[in-house]
């Protein structure tokens, strides 16, 4: 029971990480209403922005961590002129496509400039294990969720308070009500992405922090956790994006756990299976969800 | 020919199994990220009835053709109410599924005093028919070619009949089609069948060349690309995820000069591509110009 | 003689929306009846309905004695419904000739979709060209969609109507867009080629293309049937006239 109590713990701290992640690419679908399969790997460039500073100019927390955001920001923006505002409205399997060969092209940029497996990121050192009467907290974990709460706090206030927030939340609504009321789309879609990949360049940050060290495999990670955690928690809803990830974290960890590492991706992937077949709209996505899906569809 | 453009050609041969797999359903309208699934469902079944169980190459790859087009049917067949997104997620729920029980499935046996059969993560070594038989490279190519030959036969067959139409139909406007009389779920359910049938082929012929595989060459990584594959070559005919393979590998892997870039390189022609043409190189239009030409 | 199509109680609801309600309507083999009503009545929706696309809150559909409501668009389209759109459905990557040969595929058997025989093929050229020459569209045969006039798109879509050799025809404003002159085209096409051996629905807000048409109108408003009769009987009365040419600007 301590067992279980304690995985779910874990399970939560890195299931925020996910939701952040998840969260990312969910503002990038609700604006795009396509998948920016290059997310995880822009983050990576992020990642290794910030290893780089800390190698060679022994950069503490702070920098390491701005690295990271403006790489993951760039990479964003170059993967957002090429792969989506340069393709046509309609055709959003080329911008998937295009973004999976940015995917390949950054990916393998990082592995060219560094060449070895894994390389070292600084981590939050001298923090105490956090003792909660039998269950332990890895001080990493706690740092992740605050923050990850902390984030989401902000994106809220920048989603529901700023003129920007407005016409996001309205692009994702209705493309079509958006630019008839004047909102500047590509601006907005160019911003948003940007916020997304600020989101994950944070989210990047925190795991990278977490595990100490880092490799190129990363950049696939982050995509397929995001996208999972954004599928099981609902399309397209942001409420969703959050428990999606949470629920993948605890799911992971108790599997961890009880079934071992091979355990857990067997279980990992079945639940998902099962869990698109039997509930479509996700755990947090209502009937509008299908209600968006079928909007299209108007005769 | 020497025996690197061989293994090259071999190669690229494949590669188009499963380019054309993830095309068909590209064709029928769905996004599949899980068609690596099937090449390695292709490649053990394959592989376990050829070095385990003995049988001849021939009766191999048949049963790994219908354990595709099976498996390829019963997943499809929850699956396809899912629209878009959710569908593409669960190819990648089942393909990584698969994967990962690969990873854990054992099945040895004694074979001339060999412990011989998929060993988990550690692969499943000494499938070894074709070299026993004698098999050259050049000629196993050659059996390639004529599986590759006799899938685009196939498909040229559904284009004259009106199987490509039905799939294009469903896969464009599927509204549309159920008000023609078309059953969306039955014309789906067949196109996954037949993609995971063609995957499984090239799975069958993967392993007999490779003699060893192992879970971990069935990524993610492999399934997208053969997405990808299709997507620039175009979706206006069956060639066109075939000159996609051409362009990756035959274009930048053989020649060396990209050596350590070909990524890079690769990544940043596709870019271009696919915003001048979204639907690939041979799109539908270049389809249509060509057939205008040819009926003159 | 037995109704082709027996339409009781037919309600339609999207969320608080009644698109159609307790709607009763019958059509004697053979019968073309025209569907006007102002916009958001629920014109569309019965088609919808009709055609399988949308399942009814209550009520039934009768096609030929067969109970039609409910079930899914391909069983409704094989007992013989086809109809065309308001705001065309082409298939705009395939050809004219392809748009017009969807109609054909469901009734072919399914060793057609590996092998159709050359002579079954060059059969079915032959007709689908000389469909297409009934409505002028020939020389497009290979063109796609695009390449149409809005005119040429919704021959080709009542083309397409024809390929598939229904028995009830529904047709939703065949004549939107067009000029008195092209209307004037289009109605001789309907009648000539679509109409003879065949019930129809056709909604329309042209009065023009209605009166050519249907003998008998309907007409809808907020869902609900609110006249039914002779065409100049119908158009003559008050209520029609408020609810109907008060509304709708055309
Ligand atoms: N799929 C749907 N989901 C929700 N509401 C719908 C849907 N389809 C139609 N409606 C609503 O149902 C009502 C009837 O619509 P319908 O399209 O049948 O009207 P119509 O008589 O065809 O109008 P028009 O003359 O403009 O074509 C409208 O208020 C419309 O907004
Ligand atoms: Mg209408």
């Not at chain 2, 070894?128 to 004698?134: C, D, L």
């Not at chain 2, 060639?239 to 890079?264: Q, T």
């Amino acid at each position: 029971m301590i067992d279980f109590v304690q995985n779910t713990l874990d399970g939560l701290a890195i299931g925020s990480a996910y939701g952040l992640l998840a969260l990312g690419f969910t503002l990038i679908f609700g604006v795009m209403r396509r998948l920016n399969m290059a997310f995880g790997p822009s983050i990576l460039v992020g990642i290794f922005a910030g290893a780089w500073l800390h190698s060679h100019w022994s950069a503490g927390m702070i920098p390491v961590f701005l690295a990271t955001l403006a790489g993951a920001v760039i990479a964003s923006a170059y993967v957002e002129r090429l792969s989506f505002a340069a393709i046509r409205g309609d055709a959003a399997l080329a911008s998937m496509a295009s973004s999976f060969a940015l995917w390949m092209q950054l990916e393998e940029a990082v592995a060219r400039v560094f060449p070895q497996r894994t390389y070292a990121f600084p981590t939050f050192e001298g923090l105490p294990m956090l003792e909660l009467g039998p269950l332990f907290l890895r001080p990493e974990y706690l740092v992740m969720f605050l923050t990850a709460a902390a984030l989401v706090a902000g994106l809220q206030v920048i989603l529901t308070r700023t003129l920007f927030g407005l016409h996001l939340r309205t692009l994702s609504d209705n493309r079509e009500a958006a630019r008839v009321s004047g909102v500047n789309v590509a601006q907005v879609a160019l911003l948003t992405f940007l916020l997304a990949a600020a989101i994950g360049g944070v989210a990047g940050f925190l795991i990278a922090a977490t595990d100490g060290q880092i490799s190129t495999k990363l950049g696939m990670w982050a995509t397929m956790k995001g996208l999972i955690a954004m599928v099981i928690g609902g399309l397209g809803s942001m409420r969703g994006a959050l428990i999606g990830g949470l629920a993948l974290g605890v799911v992971e960890a108790q599997a961890q756990w009880y079934l071992g590492a091979s355990g857990r991706e067997i279980t990992t992937f079945a639940l998902l299976f099962v869990a698109l077949i039997l509930l479509p709209v996700g755990l947090a996505g209502g009937a509008e969800t299908g209600a968006r899906a079928e909007a299209g569809r108007r005769l | 020919m020497d025996g690197y453009t061989i293994s090259v050609l071999s190669n690229i041969g494949l590669f188009a199994f499963l380019a054309i797999s993830a095309w068909i359903l590209l064709i029928a309208g769905e996004i599949s990220f899980g068609q690596q699934a099937y090449f390695a469902i292709g490649a053990y079944s394959g592989g376990i009835a050829t070095a385990v169980w003995q049988w001849p190459f021939a009766a191999g790859v048949v049963i790994a053709v219908a354990l595709g087009a099976a498996v390829g049917a019963l997943v499809a067949w929850p699956t396809m109410r899912l629209s878009g997104l959710h569908y593409a997620i669960a190819t990648l729920a089942f393909a990584e599924l698969t994967r990962a029980s690969l990873n854990v499935f054992t099945y040895r046996r004694d074979i001339e005093g060999f412990a011989t059969g998929p060993d988990g993560a550690n692969g499943f070594g000494d499938i070894r028919w074709v070299y026993e038989a004698g098999i050259e490279p050049g000629a196993y190519l050659a059996i390639i070619a004529g599986c590759l030959g006799a899938v685009i036969g196939l498909v040229a067959l559904m284009s004259y009949g009106r199987g490509m139409a039905r799939l294009r139909i469903v896969g464009e406007d599927p509204i549309l089609a159920a008000m023609q009389g078309l059953s969306v779920t039955r014309t789906k359910i067949a196109a996954a069948s037949l993609a995971g049938g063609i995957a499984a082929l090239g799975g069958a012929l993967y392993a007999h060349l490779a003699t060893y595989i192992e879970p971990a060459q069935f990524s993610v990584m492999t399934g997208v690309h053969a997405l990808a594959y299709g997507l620039i070559g175009g979706l206006g005919t069956v060639l066109g995820p075939i000159l996609g393979v051409l362009i990756d590998i035959g274009l930048l892997e053989s020649l060396r000069v990209f050596a350590g870039y070909r990524m890079i390189v690769f990544g940043g022609l596709v870019v271009l591509v696919l915003i001048v043409r979204p639907r690939g190189l041979l799109d539908e239009p270049t389809m249509r110009r060509v057939q205008a030409w040819l009926r003159r | 003689m037995a109704a082709a199509l027996e339409i009781a109680g037919l309600s339609l609801r999207f969320g608080g929306l009644t698109a159609l309600n307790a709607l009763d309507l019958a059509l004697k083999p053979g019968e073309a009846i025209g569907l006007i009503g102002p916009n958001g009545s629920g014109k569309t929706s019965l088609f919808n309905v009709l055609t399988g696309h949308h399942a009814p809150d209550a009520g039934s559909v009768r096609l030929d004695g067969n109970e039609t409501a409910g079930l899914p668009p391909p069983r409704i389209a094989a007992l013989g419904v086809a109809r065309t759109f308001q705001n065309l459905r082409l298939l705009r990557r395939l050809s004219v000739y392809e748009n017009l040969r969807a109609a054909r595929h469901a009734r072919a058997p399914w060793r057609e979709a590996l092998w159709q025989t050359p002579a079954a093929r060059r059969r079915e050229q032959d007709a689908m060209i000389s469909l297409l020459a009934l409505f002028g569209l020939a020389s497009k045969t290979h063109e796609m969609p695009e390449a149409l006039t809005l005119v040429e798109m919704r021959q080709l879509e009542i083309a397409r109507v024809l390929a598939a050799a229904p028995k009830l025809v529904l047709l939703d404003e065949p004549a939107a867009g067009m000029t008195p002159a092209e209307t004037d085209r289009i109605i001789r096409a309907i009648a000539e080629h679509l109409l003879p051996g065949r019930s129809a629905i056709v909604i329309e807000h042209k009065v023009q293309l209605v009166t050519a048409l249907c003998p008998r109108i309907a007409v809808l408003d907020a869902g609900r049937k609110i006249a039914d009769g002779p065409a100049a009987a119908v158009l003559g009365q008050g209520e029609v006239r408020r609810s109907y040419f008060g509304a709708a600007s055309c």
